[in-house]
């Protein structure tokens, strides 16, 4: 288990260094920073100044080392629009994100596992139908579609909530909502898939031919077999979650990560970008991580091959 | 002595989609087809047969695991039957079953001893033994040693899952237990070992074994009466002796020759090899007539339009043969 882990841990240390410089890079060839800040017909000399005074005229490789050395420090830098530090700005958005993703991520276990089950369990009936119809469509509706709808239905035409903003638990209520429709059906089609799969193995017959309540085969043999792709995607979903809701914080002008990343990447403000993606990184190999050590308690094969042998 | 299992007329029917075409259709695969058998107390009846012949949903009937399409099971002179409900629960600790991936039948998140105990503790058999101590001892009795207890099925051998299969099965003191086809997923080197453990729990334990196979050598060495199956009946039935050193229909004839047991001589129709025509038919389209007159090389243009009915031609051996009707009968009917 610990070397299983360490190896892991490096893995994620590998990846955090490959997006970072990734996302460096690219957005250094992207665009010019000193021409959006400033505007294009900015006096040459205005221009070179701000490249200078940013160091964006060193080579690329003489750049990202001395990031990489600010990031050691603790220093991710300053926005390049008002001179705060980046990584502040980041943070401070922080909770606005984390209002939206914890209670959108609750109702997609809330809804989607229990009706995948119980699709599941009722498989080819119309309940079934009905489960998978929904989870069709909330699965292949985008979130601004879905958010601009409700913003129609709920704000425009009933005047029921408010349209965006952040104030108040009823601005919530429609940005949780848009996430957990799409969410929720993720959720519900990967544990109808992965329960009918355990359902179909001989041992679920055999615990139900050693005389097993129906309702104690699927609670205490299906369902802890089905459970290991159910928690990768739900770990996936609360890592993305945790990044932000990049379009739905969009549509609803709720002022949390995703939002904050768009308008730096549209303003080419690179500490900020840097500073966000580092967190959503980070945060996404954080989630990756829970769920490998979420994974060895279902799967005593992989407590097996983790090291941890008896 | 009496019957603990007695099949009559049993039947299982599916439907299942024809062809790709759309609109085709559903048709009907006769898996099991009208089989009448039974088992004596203490003795072992083996199920021979092709794949797909309707084996293993014998098995399933049999255990109300699956309902009939027709035709009745009594086990111990109750009807068996697969609505399930208390009744039907607790009638499980009668009959048991071993499975043949020994792998796909246990769950993998659970020891080896938990999955032995666990039928203890749903039948809540304590009385006068702790459930642990019971599964222990019965783990012991299959040959399994106590530092595989805490085990996971995945760090155990085949022939080792093998035998958690069968020490849950026999936890409970079942009578009946229904092997179906025990050792095919097992190594040839292991399955002789799990074979004579088998046989050896059967006399302890008294239990009466329906054995699904289609290994004849193994059929020869633990049945007391077998039956053989083709294309969900059941067309040669007797006591093991008799059926397989005296088979009287072609098809028993040719599972037997199939068989290459050195030095050995059955009563086969030429000394050489039978070689049977074509693929076995397709159960959802059972030949007309005698089901098996495609592949059979002494079929008639009788054995094309006329079932054979079950014929007894000896002490405990029946068949379902125009040659052997007709020897009975004289040959112009």
Redo the contacts between chains.
Sequence with gaps: MGRYMLSRSLRALLTIFLVVGFAFTILRLSGDPAMMILSADAPPEAIEAFRESWGLDAPLWQQFWGYLLNIIHGNFGVSMRDGSPAMRLVLESIPATLALALPAFALNLLIGIPAGIFAALHRNSWVDRLVMSFSVAGHTLPSFVLGLLLVLIFAVSLGWLPSGGYSGVEHAILPVLTLTVGGAAVLARYTRSSMLEVLG???I??????????SQVVTR?AL??AALPIVTIAGLMFGGLIAGAVVVESVFSWPGVGRLTVSAVGNRDLAVVQAALLLITVSMVATNLVVDSIYCL????LR?SSGAH? | MTALLSVNNLQRHFSVEGNKEWLSGKKILRAVDGVTLSVQRGKTLGIVGESGCGKSTMAKLV?G?IPATAGTVEFDGKPVTAN?NQAW?????HM??V???PL??????LTALAQVT??LN??HKHGETHPTIAAQSMMRAVGLTDNLF???P??LSGGQRQRV?LA?ALVLKPSLLVCDEPISALDVSVQAQVINLLTDLRQQMNLTMLFISHDLRVVRHICDEVAVMYLGRIIEQGSAKNVLSHPAHPYTRALISAVSTPGAKHATLNSGRIILKGEPPNPVDVPTGCSFHPRCALATAHCKTNAPVTTRIGEAHTVSCHLHTMIHHGLGS
């Design positions: 193995q001989p041992y017959r055999a615990a139900s031919a050693k005389g097993l309540r129906w043999h802890p077999n279902f799967d005593p094969r097996a008896h | 255990l695991l399930r629960r607790a009638a499980r600790r048991q079953m499975y043949q991936d796909s039948a246990l769950d993998r998140r666990e039928p749903i039948h805490q085990r996971y995945h760090e299969v849950r």
